[in-house]
């Protein structure tokens, strides 16, 4: 066995005579490249958005006309709290999952053109971001 991690099994000659030698990868996965994650409270996603936004965390419960704060609410629980869509539509004051789909979808669209509302989500990233480097 060669030390890069291969281990022969067995030699195979193919149709058209040449030989291929099959190797067994004998080292395990490599996991450096994956990211580990403070997972945020939800009261904390809640507390930086709705300061972000204006309200108070009880509003974005409440059904508005404009639900792009709710929306928002949604991406960063799903993003850095690791939350479902079904798991954050309680917090939400939304029935479904589905419910938090459509508003996820129509949060996509909205930033592509209100260039206000993109430079918020960012900021509030940046914030986010912040509170999980201060808790690892």
């Known amino acids: 066995m060669a030390d890069d991690g ?4 067995h030699g195979k000659e ?12 004998t080292v395990a996965e490599d996991v450096s490249f994956r990211r580990m994650r403070q997972v945020l409270a939800a009261d904390t996603i809640l507390a930086v958005v709705a300061a972000s936004a204006g309200v108070d965390v009880k509003d974005f419960a409440k059904q508005w006309s ?7 609410a949604a991406r960063m629980l799903c993003q850095y709290g690791v939350l ?5 539509a309680p917090l939400l004051g939304v029935r479904t999952g ?21 430079r918020a989500l960012a900021g509030i990233k940046k914030r986010l971001d912040r509170q999980q480097r201060q808790q690892a």
């Open 98 to 118: 589905a419910a938090v789909c459509c508003q996820l979808r129509k949060l996509t669209l909205l930033c592509q053109t209100d260039a206000v509302l993109h």
């Open 14 to 25: 193919s149709a058209s005579g040449v030989s291929r030698a099959i190797y067994h990868l």
């Open 84 to 88: 479902t869509q079904r798991a954050a």
């Open 6 to 9: 291969l281990e022969w099994l």
């Open 66 to 72: 404009d639900s792009r704060w709710r929306a928002v």
